[in-house]
């Protein structure tokens, strides 16, 4: 679980992951509860591996949606983040 994950995290980046959640869907007021999150990792990871082109991402993320989200019967909210500008 979650709690599991982060039991050992300090807690100044907790702090600024809370700050930067409040940031980022200010316009809302609040986490979407429907949310999928991509992290493109592109950047310094092409060291180490092929990387995935964007097409994958986007297939990968579709594969996550229920038929109500696919056809836009139903919202969901996708945030999608990157270190790489080309991403």
Request: aromatic letters at 6%; glycine letters at 4%; proline letters at 2%.
């Amino acid at each position: 679980t979650a709690e599991w994950l982060f039991q050992n995290v300090s807690s100044i980046v907790i702090r600024e992951a809370e700050r930067q959640i409040r940031s980022t869907f200010r316009n809302l007021g609040r986490v979407p509860s429907k949310l999928i999150t991509v992290h493109v990792r592109w950047g310094d990871k092409s060291k180490e591996m092929l990387l995935a082109g964007i097409h994958e991402y986007i297939e990968a993320t579709k594969k996550l949606l229920t038929e109500l989200e696919r056809t836009g019967d139903e919202k969901v909210h996708i945030y999608v983040t990157s270190e790489d500008p080309l991403a």
